[in-house]
T-cell receptor, first 110, second 116 residues
Framework: DAKTTQPTSMDCAEGRAANLPCNHS???????VYWYRQIHSQGPQYIIH???NNETNEMASLIITEDRKSSTLILPHATLRDTAVYYC???????????FGTGTLLAVQP | NAGVTQTPKFQVLKTGQSMTLQCAQD?????MSWYRQDPGMGLRLIHY???????DQGEVPNGYNVSRSTTEDFPLRLLSAAPSQTSVYFC???????????????FGSGTRLTVV
């Protein structure tokens, strides 16, 4: 699985969009980009995933660059409940094995 | 409710004791896995299974055994507990292929294990 690099922490004002970057410059053609988050002490929660195209669901949008070397998770209107550690993971869809890195701690400020 | 059920939620063991952490899912997911999370750290993969009768090691398998006799259950056995195994253990399941699911992994709520 490709290594991913994320900032250690980020702040965001409540009500504003939170843009979380992830670098995966060694990603291979059959690897998906997954995003999960973990709110304090709880099990991680799936947010979104994609292969090449941008994706959107009720939680977030995923923007993947054309060369697939980086991606951005967008929470359109961050709330205090979005404060969590966000993990970006690149993995092959066939095995679905997820190896978690250290993630980005997003702190949403009132 | 559909999901991943882990039992027990809390456990205290003495060094050298053995125990089994239970994990069950009712979503007919082929893939199941176990993670541990130490305080202030990320999740580390212990063992995983892609279907009944098939298991494989993850990043930190030493001191743990697994088996997968049914699609629904994936128990994790601690053979001889050590203080270094004090951690929060999460079980997760998913469909085997990403394109078969819009929901990724479903995680259980965790088992908090203390070994004294």
């Amino acid at each position: 699985d490709a290594k991913t690099t994320q900032p250690t922490s980020m702040d965001c004002a409540e009500g504003r969009a939170a843009n979380l970057p992830c670098n995966h410059s060694t990603i291979s053609g059959n690897e998906y980009v997954y995003w999960y988050r973990q709110i304090h002490s709880q099990g991680p929660q799936y947010i979104i995933h994609g292969l090449k195209n941008n994706e959107t669901n009720e939680m977030a949008s995923l923007i993947i660059t054309e060369d697939r070397k980086s991606s951005t998770l967008i929470l359109p209107h961050a709330t205090l409940r979005d404060t969590a550690v966000y993990y970006c993971i690149a993995t092959r869809g066939a095995t679905n094995k997820l190896i978690f890195g250290t993630g980005t701690l997003l702190a949403v400020q009132p | 409710n559909a999901g991943v059920t882990q039992t027990p939620k809390f456990q205290v063991l003495k060094t050298g004791q053995s125990m089994t952490l239970q994990c069950a899912q009712d979503m007919n997911h082929e893939y199941m896995s176990w993670y541990r999370q130490d305080p202030g750290m990320g999740l580390r993969l212990i063992h995983y299974s892609v279907g009944a009768g098939i298991t494989d090691q993850g990043e930190v398998p030493n001191g743990y055994n697994v088996s997968r006799s049914t699609t629904e259950d994936f128990p994790l056995r601690l053979l001889s507990a050590a203080p270094s195994q004090t951690s929060v253990y999460f079980c997760a399941s998913s469909y085997l292929r990403a394109m078969d699911s819009s929901y990724g992994y479903t995680f259980g709520s965790g088992t908090r294990l203390t070994v004294v």
